[in-house]
C-alpha cells in the first residue's frame, strides 16, 4: 500500500474508474507488454480481491486467456465453511489447452480447494449442432449453474490478436477490419463504441446474461490492450478491473 501512494498508483485508479465508469480499480505497477511478472501480479490482485468477495456459497463462471490463467495460478486455499464452484463461462472459443476456461476452472478448484464442472464442447458449432447440444441434459445442467454465478472472472482481449490467435477464417478477420473491430471479450467482438460487431457462436453466457451476477470483475492490462479495454467498458453494468500501470497510463493519456 506505501508503495502505491509513493508511485501515484491510487490517483490512477481513481481516474480510471472515474473515466470507464467503474465500480472499482485496481492497477499493479509495471506494463505486462514489457514484463512478463507483472501478469502474475495482476493474476495476484484478482485473487485477492475475489477472495475478498466470497460468501458461505460460491458459483464462479471464468473465461480463457493467459492473464486468466494467471488469475489461477495465484489462487490460494479459501476458509473453512466456504464453497466454490468454478465453471467455464462459455464452450470452446478456439484457445489453446492451457488458455481455455475449462483448464483455468480446473485449475482454480485445485488451487482454492473448490469444485469445478466442465463444458466439452467443439470450438466451432454449426447452428444445427448448437440447438442440439443445447437440448443435451449435461450440458443444461452445467449451463444453469453458469447462470446462477453472482461472480463472473474475465480476459479482456485486443480483437486482431484474438482473431488470430483462434485462427479465425479470412472471412471473419475481413469482417472484424472493416466493422473496426478493436476488443474481445467472452468471443464477442467490440468496436470502439462498444457495439458488438461479431460472437463466436458457443454455448454458454450470452452478454446480455451477465447482468445477472453481482461481481464481474475483468483482469486485462498492458499498454496494448488500452483501446479493447476502454471499448468493452462501454458495455454496461458496472464492472470492477484490474489492470496494470502501462495499460492504466496509456488510457489516461489519451483522455
Ligand atoms: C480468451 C477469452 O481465452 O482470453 C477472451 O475467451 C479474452 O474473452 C482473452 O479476451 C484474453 O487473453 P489474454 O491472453 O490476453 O489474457
Redesign the pocket.
Known sequence: EMMKELSGLHVLESKLKDMLNLSEVIVVPGDSDQDVWV?NDMGKAAADRLKRQLSAKNIIAV????????VAEMMTPIQKGQQLLFVP??GG?G?KVE???NTICSTMAQKANGEYRLLHLPDQLSKETYLSLMAEPGVKEVMELIHSAGIVL?????AK??AV?RNSNPSVLQKLEEEKAV??????YFDQQGEVVHRVRTIGLQLDELQNSDFIMA??G?SS?SD?IAAFMKHGPKKVLITDEGAARQLLGRS
Do not use: C, P, W
Request: hydrophobic fraction near 35%; aromatic fraction near 6%.
Open positions: 501478469k473465461t480463457g486467456g493467459t492473464t486468466l490463467a494467471s463461462a462459455r472459443l484457445e488458455n481455455q476456461a474475465h480476459g479482456i482481449g485486443d490478436t484474438m490467435r476488443a474481445e471479450a467472452f468471443g464477442y483482469v486485462a498492458g490492450k479493447a
